[in-house]
């Protein structure tokens, strides 16, 4: 099992471009959350995702930014028009379910985006 | 609101001596807590967390719900502990994590 795979690992857009990122969870899970680490921050929560369902939003800002993780393939994190305030980097988990008891959440390498 | 603290960004040690990475916290119901370590090059990975009670690589953590406070200790410190250690709270049914700024560990020799 090669673990939760992100891509690309860095990611340069000027200001006003679209930013695509990928999470390919681990073989098995079905769950995926999306958090994004700010300069000297720790990790903030985004959003929840099962196949083809967003099931918590809640850390999500209101515009430009959505997710979606289909039947088929990774789930992509979309940000549009980004802006240099979202120079961050962004990190992907997955869990065979939703229970912290029992189940990690495991970590993908991240996605380092740097909006000029 | 919920929320994490770690309030050191960096403690400094000798190897072979104590550690103790505080963390507290502020969560309305029953918490369920976690210990992640990033080492240098690596991923973010779980190291311990309150409900198994365990021991991983020398460090423990135990709950204190009076104190609020989930802070981790290792008796003697080695030159590999070095890394950055992140306390992490999950918040309600969907297990999302909410985590303190993180603290960097460096264990000089």
């Known amino acids: 099992n090669a673990g939760v795979m992100q891509n690309p690992r860095h990611l340069v857009r000027r200001r006003g471009q679209e930013a695509r990122l990928r999470c390919s969870p681990m073989?098995?899970?079905?769950?995926v959350y999306w958090y994004r680490q700010l300069p000297e921050e720790g990790l903030k929560f985004m959003v929840y995702?099962?196949?083809?369902?967003?099931?918590?939003e809640s850390g999500m800002p209101k515009e430009r930014f959505s997710a979606e993780f289909p039947k088929e393939g990774p789930s992509i994190l979309r940000i549009q028009q980004v802006v240099r305030g979202d120079s961050a980097a962004y990190f992907c988990?997955?869990?065979?379910?939703?229970?912290?008891?029992?189940?990690?959440?495991?970590f993908g390498p991240g996605t380092r985006l740097t909006v000029l | 609101a919920q929320r994490v603290t770690q309030p050191e960004k960096l403690l400094s040690v000798f190897k072979g001596a104590p550690v103790e990475l505080k963390c507290n916290y502020s969560?309305?119901?029953?918490?369920?807590l976690f210990w992640y370590v990033q080492y240098s090059r690596q991923r973010l990975q779980l190291l311990l967390r309150?409900?198994s009670r365990e021991s991983i690589k020398g460090f423990t953590a135990d709950l204190n719900k009076g104190e609020t406070s989930f802070h981790l200790k290792k008796p003697f410190a080695q030159e590999e502990d070095s890394a950055m250690y992140y306390c992490?709270?999950?918040?309600?049914?969907?297990?999302?994590?909410?985590f303190g700024a993180g603290t960097r560990l460096a264990v000089h020799p």
């Open positions: 988990a997955s869990s065979p379910s939703r229970i912290p008891s029992t189940d990690t959440q495991y």
């Open positions: 073989k098995g899970h079905s769950h």
């Open positions: 995702l099962q196949k083809e369902n967003i099931i918590d």
């Open positions: 969560y309305s119901g029953s918490p369920e």
């Open positions: 309150h409900i």
């Open positions: 992490a709270l999950s918040s309600g049914g969907y297990n999302k994590l909410i």
